[in-house]
């Protein structure tokens, strides 16, 4: 999913019968819903450190959103933590700290 949000186009070919069918498609904007399919299977598609995930679990605890210990591993507490602090701001319950629950909390995101 990460190669297709960095995608400018694609391409698919189906032969059928001896028939050729070529479609290509441009891909703008696809970002969005990338991580929106994304985030609705629990996929994180964001690439964060070991050091990233600690913080977004030390910034749910202080939250009140337990996490468990920061460790730096997503994991169930971590995931459920996020999925309640998503539920009480109104955001899609996802579990993962994706892209809209990150800028919701006032974690500034570089281009990917």
């Given at each position: 999913m990460r190669r297709?949000m960095?995608?400018q186009?694609?391409?698919?070919r189906i032969e059928?019968?001896?028939?050729r069918?070529?479609?290509?498609?441009d891909?703008?904007g696809?970002?969005?819903v990338v991580?929106?399919v994304?985030?609705a299977?629990?996929?994180?598609l964001l690439?964060?450190?070991?050091n990233?995930?600690?913080a977004?679990q030390?910034m749910?605890?202080?939250a009140?959103?337990?996490?468990g210990?920061?460790?730096?591993?997503w994991?169930?507490?971590?995931?459920?933590?996020?999925?309640?602090?998503?539920?009480?701001?109104?955001?899609?319950?996802?579990?993962?700290?994706d892209?809209?629950s990150?800028e919701?909390?006032?974690?500034?995101l570089a281009a990917?």
């Open positions: 297709l960095e995608a186009r694609v391409f698919f059928d019968g001896g028939q069918y070529d479609a290509s498609f891909l703008a696809i970002q969005p991580e929106a994304a985030g299977c629990g996929f994180i690439q964060r450190t070991r990233d995930y600690r977004i030390t749910l605890n202080a009140g959103f337990d996490t210990a920061p460790d730096g591993v994991g169930s507490g971590s995931a459920r933590a996020m999925r309640e602090w998503q539920e009480k701001n109104g955001l899609p319950a996802t579990s993962a700290p892209r809209i990150l919701a909390m006032g974690i500034t990917e």
